[in-house]
């Protein structure tokens, strides 16, 4: 390892120079690589040789990507996707089994949830969701049948931070794999596998690519599990493009910086925005007023991009809120460098019932806002205009 430092590890992990001596590291887009002569060939498809054959399996900017990772999360392995979807549908189709029973926390993504509720029926698989604010209930739920234990923190969007060294444990005490989605704090701020997580997810479309061009998705963690998800994956094909692989391997360059000033914006906007009038609520896991801060600090370097705020007015002045906002974008993604704004309760989560909302801690006035890298006073003039408009 060249260094223990996150900057040093994210920037100068890279592939060997070729013969053209190149500085940064060239695009593979091939889809296939050739061999020398039939013996190669043959040592090569039988995994006698460990190289790249064809580029649903492996690609040099997809490894590159992959050690990167690795060393940023303290994994033994790991394996790239096309998406972050498709990073945990993998992940959890190979390692789950007919009859096997998922532990989850109730707020999770949208698409997680629904992978759990409408698809892994078919295959027998059933879950269970538990509150990441009574995790002392969790114990109760876990069955001879249950196999992964699958958590995010921060949750999305309440901000919830989930204690994952309790969690850790428990995983250990019941033989489970407990797998966590790492995608709003990022290896930078955050290491789950320190906490006694055997798997990590991310979306990588997220903070990882930080400019919103790309989508791709990455498990790392336990070598032998991941190998079980790598042979899976590399059967059912939900591969990253190389390109994309280069892509997000260059944006890790500037994790550390990006993922600080994220921070750091999201910080001063929390406190700003704690002694507005029209807000009844801000939720920042770095503010002290933050139930779980003191949690927060133990297991994170800072509080992440992600601010809420709860305005008054409800549902209305939620959507009036959005349709006041200026420079701020009102779009799916986060974790970009240009704030982003959203209202789960119309949004998102609009399918939901209002008892539903209420159990991820989702209100009507509820606003989402992921802050971005412009200056900070641009964007508290912005939210700070919207406000006066509801
Ligand atoms: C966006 C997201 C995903 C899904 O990732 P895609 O790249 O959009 O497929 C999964 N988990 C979390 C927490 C996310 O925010």
């Known amino acids: ?70 060393l940023l999360e303290g994994a033994e392995a790991g394996t790239t996707f096309a998406t972050g979807m498709s990073a945990i549908f993998s992940t959890f189709a190979a390692l789950l089994d007919s009859g096997d029973h998922v532990l989850s926390a109730r707020s999770i993504f949208g698409n997680t949830h629904s992978l759990f509720t409408k698809y892994f029926p078919k295959w027998n698989i059933s879950h269970s969701y538990f509150d990441v604010n009574a995790l002392e209930d969790i114990e109760s739920l876990i069955r001879s049948e249950t196999k992964i234990l699958y958590v995010e923190s921060p949750t999305n969007p309440a901000t919830d931070i989930v204690d994952l060294a309790w969690l850790g444990a428990l995983s250990r005490k019941h033989h489970l794999i407990f797998i966590v989605d790492n995608c709003f704090a990022t290896p930078y701020l955050q290491q789950p596998i320190q906490w006694g997580a055997d798997i990590v997810i991310h979306s990588a479309t997220k903070l990882l690519d930080g400019q919103g061009r790309v989508m791709g998705g990455i498990s790392v963690g336990n070598e032998s599990l991941i190998d079980t998800v790598y042979r899976f994956a590399k059967i059912t094909g939900p591969a990253l493009s190389p390109f994309n692989a280069w892509t ?46 003191e949690l927060a600090k133990k297991q994170m370097k800072k509080g992440g991009n992600i601010v809420t705020i709860e305005v008054s007015g409800g549902l209305e002045s939620g959507r009036a809120f959005l349709n006041a906002i200026q420079m701020c974008s009102l779009t799916a993604n986060l974790g970009d460098t240009r704030t982003i704004v959203s209202h789960p309760a119309s949004t998102t989560h609009g399918k939901l019932s209002p008892k539903e909302r209420q159990e991820v801690g989702i209100t009507d006035g509820l606003i989402r806002i992921s802050v971005g890298l412009e200056h900070i006073q641009d964007i508290i003039h912005d939210v700070e205009k919207a406000l006066e408009r509801i």
């Open 248 to 293: 997000l391997s260059k944006s890790l360059e500037t994790l550390a910086v990006r993922v600080e000033k994220h921070c750091d914006n999201a910080l001063q906007l929390a406190q700003q925005l704690e002694k507005h009038p029209k807000i009844q609520q801000v939720r920042y896991p770095f503010l002290p007023s933050h139930p779980q801060h």
């Open 1 to 70: 390892m060249i260094s223990k430092n996150p900057e040093t590890v994210a920037i100068r992990t890279q592939l060997a120079r070729t013969q053209y001596q190149e500085h940064s590291v060239p695009m593979y887009l091939t889809s296939s690589f050739v061999f020398d002569d039939a013996e190669e060939m043959r040592a090569s498809f039988a995994e006698e040789k460990q190289r790249n054959v064809y580029s649903r399996y492996s690609n040099p900017n997809c490894a590159e990507l992959v050690e990167k990772m690795c």
